[in-house]
């Protein structure tokens, strides 16, 4: 059918579905087609069985499954992306496609409930009959019900596929938690399959693949015995911010055709299962992009994160020690008491401004309105000339400060830099706006504990970072702002402030925002400059750093959950951040 008029009121039902959950508005089905296939599609028409206006509950509910995986292909698919990553082998070819699959059902079952009855539903049409099940199809059944959460195993194919649930409890303990932390991230999850396809190769001949074996091969680490455990989970290289350049572009123009989707939000990785993966600390960045450097430059990747540290500012410094930087800090903003509380009144005067008023008009009671005058004349029994002024509270709102920790930033800086935290928090928390304040640095100079483990393992090239990250958090958004105060002082105190890895310094603050439950979410970066790490930029590319903040700006940017915005202290930021 060509032309929109001759749908039926079914059809046209499931092309509106399908347009709302693609976020695609020129999308077109297709109905009568002969025969379907499961290949993955970015095509803007569909073909979908002819829908009678009869249909049993079955067969409408098996359609409505074909439309919602079209649908979800369409809004999470990058084709581009998939065939860079598909390997070889024409078998294990066809298992990457099909567990490429359980990946786009996934997302769309864990969003929406009927989604997942309609998409277990086309599954048990499709399957009916198909007895013994062939390997890809009873791989992908496991896979699909590790990773959704109401797409189980019928119970009609739980039989067949028992096999295979017992062959893979390894590989699926091994590489589940990244899979379903990372099914938003088609590359990553599309590394960690290769991964698993090496695994499942040695279970099953049919899916061998020279390449994923020599990649397997290259994956292994050799470590000391005592260490062997802490390296399991860095035998596969899942960096998160590196891709290939062969679909860098179609990757950039796929992700801007979908800017209006906004993507679900996925369940925080478990930290415990994550503490010595090579991806950055906390790293519950669903959809992150993996962008190579401009000129070929290696992706980012992390030599050892187990000695990187989170801690609270009072745990870096005691009670008394706190109180008395406290008052130092205050001695050196001595001469700026009038400047402070007129940026503070400015500020509260702006943002109260921004609060909407607006009368509710026809009240039995309150302040007689103007407008209604003509109509109290005219009809003397008017009861409700009245109006009242409503106004409107703000949009629930948090704030996070991200201060730079680095030593650059020792003296006049790292005081302009408390000063303005100070300012904004306690200015925010007047006008009813949360606010968070944190830190980022390192724990030693010119490298730690990575440093000397990657010196112990024969200084291998291209290690990555090499140093052990140190995040501060000095005030969490409940705290009060008054409570919250003598923290800041621990910014003045001798061995806080050392260099500084942006990019993963934002990478954090951001997880820790976006998991907040405000509707608008605000992340401000006070820095000096450029990320420096003498470790890591001696032993990698001279880029290395600076690739990866901008790597990360440009994701958090192009994702638009997070308003990000920076101030520069004594350097100009705008060539990183578009907002500063």
Same mark, same amino acid.
């Given at each position: ?47 979908? +069985? ?90 992908? @059944? ?51 399959? /290769? ?16 390449? &994923? ?112 930087? /406290? ?22 005067? &702006? ?21 209604? @005058?003509?109509? @109290? ?17 703000? /949009? ?16 006049? +800086? ?75 002082? &621990? ?45 890591? &930029? ?6 290395? @750093? ?35």
């Amino acid at each position: 059918m060509s032309k929109q008029e001759a749908l039926s009121p079914l059809e046209s039902a499931l092309t509106a579905a399908s347009k709302a959950l693609s976020g695609e508005a020129e999308i077109t089905l297709n109905f009568g087609a002969n025969q379907l296939s499961d290949g993955v599609s970015r095509s803007s028409l569909f073909l979908l +069985p002819s829908l009678p206006e009869n249909a049993t509950p079955a067969k409408l509910a098996d359609v409505r499954g074909e439309a919602d995986l079209t649908a979800l292909t369409l809004r999470y698919h990058n084709m581009h992306m998939h065939m860079h990553q598909r390997p070889a082998s024409p078998q294990a070819a066809q298992l990457f496609d099909r567990l490429e699959q359980v990946r786009i059902e996934s997302l769309g079952a864990n969003q929406l409930s009927g989604v997942a009855q309609n998409l277990q539903a086309r599954l048990q049409n499709r399957l009916r009959g198909q007895v013994p099940l062939p390997a890809s199809e009873a791989i992908a @059944l496991v896979l699909r019900a590790a990773l959704a959460n109401d797409l189980s195993i019928p119970k009609p194919l739980q039989h067949h596929a028992q096999m295979w649930q017992d062959a893979l409890k390894n590989t699926l303990e091994k590489h589940g938690e990244t899979l379903k932390n990372t099914l938003e991230n088609q590359h990553i999850y599309a590394q960690t399959l /290769r991964v698993m396809l090496a695994d499942i190769a040695a279970l099953d001949s049919q899916f061998s693949d020279a390449q &994923l074996q020599e990649e397997a091969a290259a994956r292994t680490i050799s470590t000391q015995p005592n260490e062997q455990d802490a390296e399991k989970d860095q035998s596969m290289d899942l960096d998160a911010t590196g891709s290939s350049e062969e679909w860098g572009e179609e990757v950039e123009e796929d992700e801007e055709s979908s800017a209006t989707v906004q993507s679900a939000e996925m369940p925080p990785p478990d930290s415990k299962k994550q503490k010595h993966a090579k991806t950055p600390p906390i790293p519950d960045l669903p959809n992150l992009p993996n962008i190579e450097g401009e000129d070929g430059l290696q992706s980012y990747k992390i030599y050892s994160d187990a000695h990187d540290e989170i801690v609270h500012a009072e745990d870096l410094a005691t009670p008394e020690e706190l109180v008395r930087l /406290r008052k130092l800090l205050d001695q050196k903003l001595a001469l700026l008491p009038s400047v402070s509380s007129k940026l503070a009144a400015k500020l509260q005067r &702006l943002l109260l401004a921004k609060q909407q008023r607006h009368f509710q008009i026809e009240q039995e009671d309150g302040e007689l309105d103007p407008t209604h @005058l003509s109509r @109290l004349i005219s009809t003397p029994f008017y009861s409700t000339p009245y109006r009242r002024e409503h106004i409107t509270d703000f /949009r629930d709102t948090v704030v996070t400060l991200l201060l730079d920790n680095s030593g650059s930033m020792r003296g006049r +800086p790292i005081t302009v830099a408390a000063l303005s935290a100070d300012i904004l928090a306690t200015t925010l928390e007047r006008c009813g706006v949360k606010t968070e304040i944190l830190g980022f640095t390192t724990r030693e100079w010119k490298g730690g504990e990575a440093r000397k483990k990657w010196m112990a393992n024969g200084q291998p090239p291209a290690p990555g970072r090499l140093n052990d990250l140190r995040h501060i958090i000095y005030k969490s958004a409940e705290l009060r702002a008054v409570l919250g105060r003598k923290r800041l002082g &621990l910014m003045l105190k001798d061995g806080i402030l050392k260099e500084n890895i942006d990019g993963e310094g934002i990478l954090w603050a951001y997880n820790r925002l976006k998991k907040r439950p405000e509707q608008r979410k605000i992340l401000m970066v006070i820095s000096d400059g450029a990320p420096v790490d003498d470790a890591t &930029l001696s032993s990698n590319h001279a880029g290395f @750093l600076d690739t990866h903040l901008r790597q990360v700006i440009a994701m958090i940017e192009k994702r638009d959950e997070v308003e990000l915005l920076a101030i520069g202290i004594g350097h100009d930021v705008t060539r990183y951040y578009s907002r500063a």
